[in-house]
């Protein structure tokens, strides 16, 4: 698969470097130099992965960041305060690299997070039930069904161990990642959301809990 990626950083000296060496390791890669020049091209062909800075003239990182949706980023800046990482880690940012940078680390992060989004987007199945969740989208019997990102984590965790109870803590911890805000309490909530959307279709409950467990499929 030939992956796409976005350089967002006005220094063309680190946007041609970076653009020989990604498209040397074989991925197709376009570039802007402003935060209003990235979010134009975002509104046309999506790219796998963007390389964000942080100081751009127009809109800065900060502000383009939110404005990203479903596309993994790894922020690449020189602004090395730990506070200021952990900001943006938990403001959508996939990963953070400091100025300046080693070359092979960043091109292993980039290969991490392209692995992780290609298996994330794969389409799962169970019994009559299609979990699109690059589309955050459920097929049954036909029906489409809406998710919510929270809700499609968590289905996408159980069709994964279709025959396996898996409990409230392992389940936040593996959906952490896409969805920080989802907590012990709202858990619940949730997956008592998913089971009605399937059952509205066509009489089925789907997701069954385990006693002093946690849930898992309903075989």
Not at 34 to 46: D, F, I, P, R
Not at 58 to 75: R, S
Not at 150 to 177: F, R, V
């Amino acid at each position: 698969m030939l992956f796409r990626i976005l350089i967002v950083d006005d220094d063309i000296h680190i946007s041609n470097l970076l653009t020989e060496t990604l498209i040397r390791e074989g991925y197709t890669v376009d570039k802007a130099f402003s935060g209003t020049e990235a979010l134009l091209m975002l509104s046309g062909n999506k790219p796998d992965l963007i390389l964000l800075d942080l100081m751009l003239p127009g809109l800065c990182g900060e502000e383009l960041l939110p404005k990203i949706k479903d596309i993994p980023v790894i922020v690449v800046s020189a602004k090395a305060d730990v506070t200021d990482k952990v900001r943006l880690l938990l403001g959508g940012a996939a990963d953070y690299v400091t100025k300046p940078f080693n070359i092979h680390e960043l091109l292993a992060r980039i290969a991490v997070q392209l692995r992780k989004r290609n298996t994330d987007n794969r389409i799962l199945n169970y019994r009559n039930i299609t979990l699109y969740p690059d589309k955050l989208t459920v097929m049954l019997d036909k029906t489409e069904i809406r998710l919510t990102r929270t809700e499609c984590a968590i289905l996408k965790l159980l069709m994964q161990n279709p025959d396996m109870p898996i409990g409230k803590i392992t389940i936040l911890d593996s959906i952490s990642y896409d969805t920080p805000d989802c907590t012990e309490r709202s858990l619940k909530q949730h997956i008592s959301n998913i089971r009605h959307k399937l059952q509205a279709v066509d009489g089925n409950d789907y997701i069954e809990a385990v006693y002093g467990i946690g849930f898992k499929m309903k075989s």
